[in-house]
């Protein structure tokens, strides 16, 4: 088993809690928890990071005012 605080690390190294997800995923791999090899994951993060490049997520837009 392993243990540790994904979110705290993300925030730390990134300012940011989004990486917690590739960080439990490098993980569990280095611990040999999946059942998959390195050029399959590394392919799979090749093709996502292709899509977020043709398609970049899109930022919610804010009322110009407060919403109560």
């Known amino acids: 088993n ?7 690390l993300a925030e730390r190294f990134f300012s940011d809690h989004m990486p917690a ?3 439990v995923l ?7 928890l999946l ?9 799979a993060i090749e ?5 977020l490049k043709k398609n970049p997520p899109v930022a919610p837009k804010r009322p110009p ?4």
């Open 21 to 23: 997800n590739t960080i």
């Open 47 to 51: 093709i996502v990071l292709e899509q």
């Open 2 to 8: 392993l243990y540790f605080d994904a979110v705290a």
């Open 65 to 68: 005012f407060p919403v109560r």
């Open 35 to 43: 059942p998959l090899s390195k050029w399959s994951l590394e392919k």
């Open 26 to 32: 490098g993980a569990a791999y280095q611990k040999g």
